[in-house]
């Protein structure tokens, strides 16, 4: 422990010394509105859920498709050439062959809307479950290809080991067996979309641009319930973005956290609120309603808690006047709960408001917010990076089709499930599809027109929210998919490969918990972590 | 500067009043910078208990980097039963043994430690950046979430200073593109006194005009003075016509803003509508308005609702409300007079029977209690009868005097025009009536209340 100079800048009586002023970086910021719903009127719920996978499937199959070709072409076994079929039906037996197709699970433990009205269940929703394999049980799990055509059964050694998970665009190359299944030999999936350039959505020349020592914050699962048990956290946390905890001058000497003022911007990943209140709330009275229901004028005070979003609102307009915040919906805020979740309602924020963007009048596009109140998941540029996060519903979600419970014999937050959260995030990025399992099993709009969770583009950064541990890692578009090779390399920082694409990935925690706030270097790219807690003491301890 | 109070107010506040202080409270409550309020915790600390030990307890935030990764659960193990630290106890929980992922991963902390605690707290780290006083208070915090209190406390207590114009004295890091709209005054937050607050937004024109123009050098910036004042039209200037002549009626119009949302949009209504009639002279009113006004939107996100919270629909939306209201409240009646109609007939029906009285107290009691009776057949389905009503007759009497009579008569009626006579007429001549019946007068809170 070394008394530095630093260590007594503050442990000494006040000075008469003047303090400069200290101003934050500026921050680019250019969201999009991938996932922004039609308003009002404009919004159905009447479609079919179907026609999603058509659309995923017309979109993704010639990509996949031309990653099949050079990878199959003129691949033979025994003589007999494989040959592309073009709809899975028309897949002849005992021809070696290989089609494209979306995958559909079907698992024992999977929520599945015709039982539940079979059974005249349906007035409660299932209960969320770790997994929807049967781990006693798991060859009941059936992989199905599927297109507008039809269905075919998959099965084969290959299948064990490669993780899929309904919505994924995938080709297969194999043959069909007596069974009528197709015996599977290899797969391949779309992989990284096209990757754009650094602010080439801003329209600025990447070289024009002088390096910008900033760093974009993360920071998910907040948990503001609005009681004092509210975590110290917070406030440690308010008072570092705002510059007031650690010293001025040792910001770079290495040892101590980033100097906040070079943080351009908060991602606030969902979770903002404490699920726990609208459990109370519910628990409370038969008639508990969800806390700020859409289209609930007014509340009966007696049932509503007001306290958890007062207390987010102060926290935002604390630090709103320092630092601009990008604040996205989660599964326990006040939002609509299908995917994409929309923005949380600035009237929900009486003093953070102020910073919104005016409310659009009429048709012209206006600027993003000092504050924004954003989707879920969310697409958008800062400091020229592409960002593409969720709060963490899609990875939650994939993973309960993943086998996990078989490599440390418990489905728990050990190690092997962090490390198959960053797998699910990377195949995500490789399937081109950032929810792959709405609307199966994740609450979706119907979407008529074009299927939003289909990544157009690849990220540069993205994110997942609310995951039980921080973990980060880097995937580049040349190298293949590994997801059940012993892949330990993708977790490396180091690089100087700047061609192809490159994807830092990264499970932001939930803050309630660790109180760890995720920092992302603006140039390199390289994260850091800042962690505020208290130091529970012998007093505690007694 | 304030450096000589800081004694007098440390030890008002924690000897005498034994409250925690923390920097960031002496620093706003003295108007000092941050660094400068650290340093008088410290000096304040080291004084007090030279002269007398214990007999201020400090905490410390320390920041740096830790040696072991997982530290919320490495310092636990590092204590056994007794609670009692052992001899090297952070060597153990210093083995990284945790999975690849976080190896290369800067990871720093910042830390809250109390006093008692610090030395111990000081050997998990490997290197420390820094290390404050957080908070002085006259005893050993048992919980440390209370500083969470103190903070609440705090910002309450000093709402009524804006930050954009404080945050520099006391050492904020300052945006330079904070944007901040004018309009709409955000409450008060439901604690904090509302009185001082009122004296802001006079500044607030003044103040976001003068932010967003020196930094037009980003490009983004550009079109943004020029879209501000369009798409809110009204509150700006109303604003900035009157920002001295609004202060009085400000000063009277506090107390409605504090409370939740919903009562300033509640309070909010009348005033709207007065303004139909009185548009030029309410401006001052108006002024204090915005904020209720914009309240009105909290339904789903839709953006139909948000071109209204801005266009001031003031005469267009009070009445619509009305109506939907009576009309919610006539099919309410309706209802209830079906009900009375299945049990029986001979039911009296309660609003026509108690208007009577109320409209002609002085008179001797009408000669007979109306009772009001119905006849009702079903036909074919369809349900027609007869149903007697109080009708309304003024007369003349001997002395001349107007007197209101109210007779029962007949009146027939079929189940398809349900149109209500009956209720209808007790509607203008109680002068009670039911808030609904006033289209437009209705309070709007009437209509949220459940029913």
């Known amino acids: 422990m070394t008394g530095s100079a630093t260590e007594n800048e503050f442990l000494r009586p006040p000075s008469e010394q003047e303090f400069d002023s200290v101003y934050r970086a500026p921050s680019q910021y250019n969201p999009l509105d991938t996932f922004r719903l039609p308003s009002g009127q404009d919004r159905h719920y009447q479609q079919q859920y179907g026609d999603m996978y058509f659309l995923r499937l017309a979109k993704l199959k010639p990509a996949v498709e031309e990653i099949a070709v050079e990878a199959w072409e003129g691949f033979s076994i025994a003589g007999e050439h494989a040959r592309r079929v073009e709809r899975v039906l028309d897949v002849r037996q005992g021809e070696l062959c290989w089609v494209a197709g979306t995958i559909y699970m079907d698992m024992p433990l999977k929520p599945n809307i015709l039982e539940d009205l079979t059974k005249e269940n349906y007035t409660l929703a299932p209960p969320p479950r770790p997994t929807y394999q049967d781990p006693s049980n798991p060859d009941l799990t059936q992989i199905m290809l599927e297109d507008e055509s039809g269905r075919l059964r998959l099965t084969g050694s290959m299948l064990r080991t490669a993780q899929l998970c309904t919505g994924a665009i995938i080709a297969v190359l194999g043959t069909e067996n007596s069974n009528g299944d197709f015996e599977v030999i290899d797969t391949k999936v779309p992989d990284l979309a096209r990757q754009p350039r650094r602010w080439e959505r801003d329209g600025v020349d990447a070289a024009q641009k002088e390096p910008s020592k900033g760093k974009i914050a993360f920071v998910s699962g907040l948990g503001v319930t609005g009681t004092s048990s509210d975590t110290l956290a917070l406030e440690l946390l308010t008072d570092y973005l705002l510059g007031y905890s650690g010293s001025t001058s040792a910001g770079n000497s290495g040892d101590a956290p980033p100097d906040a003022s070079t943080i351009t911007r908060l991602v606030i990943a969902g979770n903002s609120l404490g699920a726990s209140m609208t459990v109370d709330a519910n628990a409370d009275n038969g008639a508990g309603k969800k806390k700020a229901g859409p289209k609930k004028y007014g509340y009966d005070a007696s049932a509503y808690n007001a306290s958890p979003i007062t207390r987010l609102d102060s926290f935002l307009a604390e630090i709103l006047p320092s630092i601009p915040i990008t604040l996205m919906a989660g599964q326990s805020d006040p939002a609509n709960f299908s995917l994409p979740q929309q923005g949380i309602h600035r009237a929900m924020f009486p003093q953070a408001r102020a910073y919104c963007a005016p409310p659009p009048a009429g048709e012209e596009k206006q600027e993003p917010g000092w504050f924004d109140s954003v989707t879920n998941p969310w697409e958008g540029d800062v400091e020229g990076w592409r960002l593409w996060g969720s709060s963490g519903q899609n990875v939650d979600d994939a993973l309960r089709y993943l086998n996990l419970a078989d490599e440390e014999g418990n489905v728990g937050d050990g190690a092997g499930d962090m490390e198959a959260r960053i797998r699910v995030m990377e195949a995500m990025l490789r399937w081109r599809c950032g929810v792959p399992t709405a609307p199966d099993t994740l609450w979706s709009y119907p979407f008529q027109t074009h299927d939003p969770f289909v990544m157009e583009s690849c990220p540069h950064i993205f994110f997942a929210g609310n995951q039980p541990r921080f973990k980060t890692a880097v995937i580049e578009g040349d190298s293949p998919l590994k997801l059940n090779g012993a892949d330990t390399e993708m977790t490396g920082t180091d690089d100087d490969n700047t061609s192809g694409s490159r994807v830092r990935l990264i499970s932001i925690p939930k803050f309630e918990e660790t109180g760890e706030l995720v920092l992302v270097d603006t140039e390199t790219l390289e994260v850091e972590v800042v962690r505020f807690g208290a130091f529970a003491g012998q007093q505690e301890k007694q | ?451």
Do not use: C
Request: proline share 10%; glycine share 4%; charged share 35%.
């Open chain 2, 1 to 451: 500067m304030a450096v000589a109070d800081y004694k007098k107010y440390l030890a008002e506040n924690v000897l005498n009043e034994r409250r925690t202080v923390t920097y960031r409270s002496l620093s706003r409550a003295l108007r000092v910078h941050s660094t400068l309020a650290k340093q008088m915790l410290y000096d304040f600390h080291r004084n007090e208990n030279n002269k007398k030990p214990n007999s201020v307890n400090a905490t410390y935030l320390l920041t740096g980097i830790q040696k072991a990764p997982e530290t919320t659960n490495g310092y636990q193990d590092s204590f056994d039963e007794n609670g009692i630290p052992q001899s090297s106890p952070y060597l153990s929980s210093s083995m990284p043994n945790q999975d690849a992922g976080a190896d290369d991963i800067a990871v720093s902390s910042i830390l809250l430690v109390r006093e008692d605690d610090l030395e111990d707290a000081k050997a998990t780290f490997e290197s420390i950046a820094s290390i404050h006083v957080y908070s002085l208070q006259p005893t050993v915090l048992q919980d440390l979430n209370v500083l969470t209190d103190v903070h609440g406390e705090m910002v309450t207590n000093h709402a009524q200073e804006d930050p954009l114009e404080h945050g520099k004295s006391w050492g904020m890091i300052q945006g330079k593109n904070v944007r901040r709209r004018t309009a709409g005054r955000p409450p008060a937050p439901a604690a904090a006194p509302a009185a001082p607050k009122t004296t802001i937004p006079a500044k607030r024109p003044i103040k976001s005009e003068e932010k967003p123009q020196p930094k037009t050098d980003t490009e983004e910036e550009a079109p943004k003075p020029k879209t501000e004042p369009k798409s809110q039209p009204e509150p700006a200037t109303k604003r900035e016509e009157t920002p001295t002549s609004s202060k009085p009626s400000e000063k009277t119009a506090p107390p409605k803003q504090k409370g939740s949302i919903f009562s300033s949009f509640a309070k909010a209504k009348p005033k709207v509508k007065k303004e139909d009639s009185a548009t030029s002279t309410t401006s001052a009113v108006q002024s204090a308005e915005p904020s209720g006004a914009e309240d009105v939107v909290l339904g789903d996100a839709s953006d139909d609702d948000e071109e209204q919270e801005e266009l001031f629909p003031n005469t267009g939306k009070a009445a619509p409300a009305g109506t939907r209201e009576s009309r919610k409240e006539r099919e309410e009646k309706l209802k209830k007079m079906m009900e009375d109609e299945d049990e029986d007939e001979d039911e009296e029906m309660p609003d026509a029977a108690q208007s009577p009285e109320e409209s002609n107290p002085i008179d001797e009691p009408p000669p007979k209690q109306p009772e009001l009776k119905e006849e009702m057949t079903v036909r074919g389905g369809r349900r027609r009868g007869r149903r007697q009503i109080m009708k309304k007759k003024t007369v003349k009497d001997d002395e001349g005097y107007l007197v209101t009579v109210e007779e029962p008569s007949w009146e027939s009626f079929s189940e398809d025009e349900p149109a209500p006579p009956p209720k209808k007429k007790p509607a203008v001549s109680a002068a009670k009536g039911k808030p609904a019946a006033k289209p437009g007068q209705g309070n709007i809170m009437s209509f949220f209340s459940k029913k």
